[in-house]
T-cell receptor, first 113, second 110 residues
Framework: KAGVTQTPRYLIKTRGQQVTLSCSPI?????VSWYQQTPGQGLQFLFE???????NKGNFPGRFSGRQFSNSRSEMNVSTLELGDSALYLC????????????FGPGTRLTVL | GQSLEQPSEVTAVEGAIVQINCTYQ??????LSWYQQHDGGAPTFLSY????GLEETGRFSSFLSRSDSYGYLLLQELQMKDSASYFC???????????FGTGTRLQVFP
């Protein structure tokens, strides 16, 4: 069974631009969560989607948004990029919402110049 | 609020045993999970303690004590490939968010 995939793997943007990241969960998994990982802040929860509905949202500004499609694939969008948004963005899937075993993708490394 | 504290770094030699602690301040949670992340890689699930006590999975064991607000991951017979970062995590009731600890970087030396 294929693992969680994320595209693109690397991205360079400039301040003020927007970006869309994509995540395809493991087949059959209906829950997708997004995390931001930085050296200083560690793994920070962004949001969780289940059956196309946002279940939870972390403490991030409204510039960070996401959605989930009927095939469980998910996208997250960051608008008006700031230098501090440079991070590794990880997506994780689980069978159902609230799962304790999450399967992570390789992440998208975003660099904002 | 909720916070999970871990030592920032632990070092050990091959074949040794190492314990990575996780102390938490949260009003309640469903259980304690552990994840491993190699440099440049994705976190991978190691274990989950729903109840107090010890859970053993091969060379790795995880322990939880809710009364002491404390848990740990025990790695035995250390191998070079165990060099990685280790994160504890809890899912918080009501919000149902998965909160990760600060992470511990383990370096195993020959």
């Amino acid at each position: 069974k294929a693992g969680v995939t994320q595209t693109p793997r690397y991205l360079i943007k400039t301040r003020g631009q927007q970006v869309t990241l994509s995540c395809s969960p493991i087949s059959g998994h209906r829950s997708v969560s997004w995390y931001q990982q930085t050296p200083g802040q560690g793994l920070q929860f962004l949001f969780e989607y289940f059956s196309e509905t946002q279940r939870n949202k972390g403490n991030f500004p409204g510039r960070f948004s996401g959605r989930q499609f009927s095939n469980s694939r998910s996208e997250m969008n960051v608008s008006t990029l700031e230098l501090g948004d440079s991070a590794l963005y990880l997506c994780a899937s689980s069978l159902a919402g609230g799962g304790n075993e999450q399967f992570f993708g390789p992440g998208t490394r975003l660099t904002v110049l | 609020g909720q916070s999970l504290e871990q030592p920032s770094e632990v070092t050990a030699v091959e074949g040794a045993i190492v314990q990575i602690n996780c102390t938490y301040q949260t009003s309640g949670f469903y259980g304690l999970s552990w994840y491993q992340q190699h440099d440049g890689g994705a976190p991978t699930f190691l274990s989950y303690n729903a109840l107090d006590g010890l859970e053993e999975t091969g060379r790795f064991s995880s322990f939880l004590s809710r009364s002491d607000s404390y848990g740990y991951l025990l790695l035995q017979e250390l191998q070079m490939k165990d060099s990685a970062s280790y994160f504890c995590a809890v899912r918080v009731p009501n919000t149902d968010k998965l909160i990760f600890g600060t992470g511990t970087r383990l370096q195993v030396f020959p």
